[in-house]
């Protein structure tokens, strides 16, 4: 409505983000660089969204990421609530840190965001396991069933996913 300059990058990523959706995740497993390709996109668009002095996003990446493939949009639920409940203009300075580390045989995601110390007009419902959380622990359980450990950390200053998969 306002005519931003931005609109063209942002219909673009979309229009990646879509495709992958769409066309790329037909089949059970994807090449983990695919599904990476796809995290970076969703996160340079939230970046679009969230000036930087507002809202500081840390990404460390370890490991061979060529050798693996992985269910396809497993993290995005992560990411998604993340930016969803860490990123709040109206709580200040906020942060997104995640660490994926890759080995021979497993794949480590962390995933923490701040939030709040007082609610601001908002209830926190969704940090004790929304549909998004229970929709990705049964996948969890169908697509890695005692190959996976998922631990859900709801501090008071922050929120933190830790999954382990193993290949």
Aim: aromatic fraction near 10%.
């Amino acid at each position: 409505l306002k005519k931003s300059p931005q609109t063209p990058v942002i219909i673009e990523r979309l229009e990646s983000l879509l495709h992958y959706m769409l066309y790329e995740c037909k089949s059970d497993l994807v090449p983990l660089e695919n599904e990476f390709i796809f995290t970076n996109s969703y996160i340079a668009l939230e970046k679009l969204r969230h000036k930087e002095e507002q809202c500081k996003i840390s990404i460390d990446i370890k490991g061979d990421a060529s050798a693996h493939q992985i269910a396809p949009l497993l993290l995005i639920n992560f990411l998604e609530n993340a930016f969803k409940h860490g990123t709040k203009t109206s709580f200040g300075k906020s942060w997104i840190n995640m660490k994926i580390e890759i080995s021979k045989r497993e794949f480590h995601f962390n995933l923490q965001n701040s939030k709040p110390t007082k609610p601001v007009h908002q209830a926190f419902s969704e940090y004790r396991g929304g549909i998004g959380l229970k929709n990705v622990k049964r996948r969890l359980e169908i697509l890695y069933p005692r190959r996976h450990q998922l631990l859900i950390n709801n501090q008071p200053d922050h929120f933190e996913i830790d999954l382990i998969l193993s290949f």
